[in-house]
């Protein structure tokens, strides 16, 4: 699950085992983002699919 900080969102996040893999050739992280309409949620997720990382961007 994801917590967006700007619109207090939880939300499941979207994954396929191609994200899982990718992240295993990257040092064990990936990133997806998320369209909030006026922001965007990037977050960053480990092998297990738990966010490590999430970062608000504004429009
Ligand atoms: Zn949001």
């Given amino acids: 699950m994801s917590y967006c900080e700007k619109c207090k969102r939880l939300e499941m996040i979207p994954f396929s085992q191609e994200d899982i893999n990718h992240a295993l050739e990257n040092g064990g992280l990936f990133t997806k983002s998320l369209d909030h309409g006026d922001h ?15 970062t608000v961007f504004q429009r």
């Fill in 40 to 54: 965007m949620l990037s977050l960053k997720i480990d092998c297990n699919g738990s966010v490590r990382r999430e």
